[in-house]
């Protein structure tokens, strides 16, 4: 089963218009295989200024793709009516317009975490620390240090590892904090392995697919960065493999 996930659109449409194109593209199916389900990993909104947009452009994907979410904490903060940074008077209005449209049906009762074949998939992390808004699994953060912090809670990769071993799982996905990671736990400790990424032999012309592939033959984390700007990223998993991708925006 092939798998693309994404996380952190943040109402940027051209960039998840984007990632539709190339996983549509002939291109894409010969590098990387069949695309069965699609994987969001939460934040589809906040920050960026085209939310209804971005929604329709979700919508349109769950008609074309099996469509699997995860609640981000952008989307639970916009939901709830909790500030949040990070959004400009122009993305603030632009999300105003759309509090009651329908679009905003993809949120209820989403939840905040989903697995499949041994991989958890969650915005933040996968502890069970209660109801508190910045406890829940949406709001929390991997970091070197563990703790309350007024961003989320801040969890370490062996409390990480901890945790889903106890619940039977082997591998991580997450998204939340923009940036890519792999941490593996080898028989010698949690290593971090380097995100190097390389473009596939491409015929001249035709738009640049970077990739960076990790054999899941460990117990891995692995954090996707975002799918905004002009680069977004995404992943693309057939759970023997994982592919960290990156492109260029405008290519597609």
């Known amino acids: 089963m092939g798998v693309v996930i994404f996380s952190d659109v943040h109402a940027d449409s051209v960039a998840i218009g984007s990632l539709a194109s190339c996983i549509r593209s002939p291109q894409f199916h010969q590098e990387f295989g069949p695309v069965d ?16 947009e971005t929604l329709e452009m979700i919508h349109t994907l769950s008609h074309e ?15 709830n009516g909790i500030l949040v940074s ?26 905040m975490e989903w697995s499949d074949r041994g991989m958890l998939f969650v915005h933040g992390g996968p502890l069970d620390l209660g109801n508190q808004t910045l ?5 929390q953060r991997l970091s070197h240090e563990s703790g309350d912090s007024f961003a989320g809670y801040n969890y370490t990769a062996s409390m990480a590892f901890e945790a889903l071993a106890a619940r039977g ?28 990424y390389f473009p596939p032999d491409t015929k001249r012309g035709e738009p640049v697919i970077e ?15 975002g799918c905004h700007g002009d680069e977004p990223e995404f992943a693309y998993t057939d759970f023997s493999t994982f592919s960290f991708i990156r492109i260029n925006a405008r290519d597609w």
């Open 65 to 79: 793709y099996r469509l699997v979410s995860v609640l981000g904490n952008h989307d639970h903060a916009f939901m």
């Open 135 to 139: 406890r829940l699994k949406c709001w």
């Open 211 to 225: 990739r960076s592939a990790v054999p899941l033959d460990l117990p891995t984390l692995l954090r996707v960065g």
């Open 86 to 111: 990070g959004s400009d008077p122009a993305s603030t209005y632009r999300h105003e317009q759309i509090r009651g449209s329908p679009l905003l049906s993809i949120f209820d009762h989403m939840p």
């Open 169 to 196: 799982f082997i591998h991580m996905c997450c998204g939340h904090q923009h940036q890519n990671i792999c941490c593996r736990k080898t028989p010698k400790g949690i290593v971090r392995k380097p995100i190097e």
């Open 37 to 52: 389900v699609l994987v969001n990993l939460g934040d589809l909104i906040h920050r960026g200024d085209r939310p209804r």
